[in-house]
């Protein structure tokens, strides 16, 4: 029964906790190393454990914050926007880690694609309620250059593969850990009996 309570608070207590609310101080590699043994016991169909993650801490940081600049600047050279281009920049130096979510496709293609996206989204998410519990904030974004087929090499990504965003993680400042919101459950669920 405990244990029921302590899972019921774990993903209920989940929250986004956004670069703004990060203290500056750096988690603990050891529990970014649990986030992501936590991650590989996702549920997945026929075993094709489909997610991949690049993890940037340090100077690493630094690298990513480079490429992504850079990026977007050799693409949008007609329709330059320097603050884009500075958010770009700015983001990862924001964070304690930053892990590159991507989807890697089987050879074979023998499930459809959506079901390796689930997959991967699961995992994230036994990250997201690892790192929850150990009240280390963070949050996933599909901005910066998720969407840039060409970035997909720099994550080690192949042609049929996805890069579905990154997860921002940092320790958050005291009293920055936000009040859930939600609808009631009823509202979303239909239930067919007999």
Not at 155 to 166: C, N, R, S, T, V
């Amino acid at each position: 029964m405990e244990f029921t309570k302590a899972v019921n608070e774990m993903i209920r207590t989940r929250r986004s906790i956004y670069t703004n609310m990060f203290s500056g101080e750096v988690v603990d590699d050891n529990i970014i190393d649990e986030m992501l043994e936590n991650a590989n016991w996702a549920p997945t169909h026929k075993l094709t454990e489909p997610w991949r993650f690049v993890v940037f801490t340090g100077k690493g940081l630094k690298k990513l914050s480079e490429f992504q600049g850079e990026l977007y600047k050799a693409r949008n050279q007609d329709h330059f926007k320097e603050d884009v281009y500075n958010k770009f920049k700015s983001k990862p130096l924001e964070c304690s880690h930053v892990i590159a979510i991507g989807m890697h496709r089987d050879e074979e293609h023998s499930l459809p694609e959506v079901e390796e996206v689930c997959a991967t989204a699961c995992a994230v998410q036994n990250m997201w309620l690892t790192a929850s519990a150990h009240r280390i904030g963070c949050y996933w974004s599909t901005g910066g250059v998720t969407f840039y087929e060409e970035a997909k090499p720099f994550f080690g990504l192949g042609e049929e593969d996805l890069l579905l965003g990154f997860l921002y993680i940092g320790v958050p400042k005291t009293g920055a850990w936000p009040q859930g919101r939600r609808k009631p459950a009823e509202d979303k669920v239909k239930w067919v009996k007999g």
